[in-house]
């Protein structure tokens, strides 16, 4: 019965490992998006891609954490056991285990620093828009124009739109 589920578990963690390498092609191609600035439809298809991916995520997660649990009490470990705990107690039987778990930990540990660097190149781009758009709201005459109801206002006044935005 254990056997069932270690290997039951091992299947969860594959599949862990699958779908954080398909996270992490999202993300480099995001990251090329994102450095070409192009924020059309190709980083809409990658955050839909990324959303998918993040729910399928959750739910082998839920399914690894529930068989983990049950072999922990195997061994009367608390369910919350870590993995690591769970492979000492099944000694030399969880060596395809032990393995799926490291190749596992180190794809989240990849996914992770994709995250952080498209986050910091992304800030950088959101920095370099509010810049533009402060150099925009300053460049706007001082001239007389017109508002929508047809009443006279200085130019500055209708920069404040652009300024709002900043």
């Known amino acids: ?23 992490r092609d999202v993300l480099r191609d995001q990251r090329e998006v994102i450095a070409t600035m192009d924020a059309t439809e190709a980083l809409e298809r990658l955050t839909r891609a990324q959303e998918e991916l993040c729910d399928e995520a959750r739910l082998l997660e839920e399914g690894r954490l529930e068989v983990a649990a049950e072999l ?7 369910p919350t056991s870590r993995l690591s ?30 995250i952080e660097a498209n986050s910091t190149l992304l800030g950088g781009s959101i920095s370099e828009v ?37």
């Open 130 to 166: 509010r810049t533009t758009l402060r150099a925009l709201g300053s460049h706007v005459p001082e001239d007389t124009t017109y508002r929508p109801s047809g009443a006279r206002a200085r130019a500055a006044d209708t920069g404040r739109l652009v300024r709002q935005c900043v």
């Open 72 to 78: 922990a009490a195997r061994f009367g470990l608390p």
């Open 85 to 114: 705990e769970i492979c000492e107690q099944l000694g030399p039987d969880a060596v395809a285990l032990r393995e799926a778990h490291n190749r596992l930990v180190i794809m989240v540990g990849v996914v992770r620093e994709l």
């Open 1 to 23: 019965m254990d056997e069932n589920r270690v290997e039951h578990l091992l299947v969860i963690l594959r599949r862990e490992e699958d779908l954080y390498a398909r996270l």
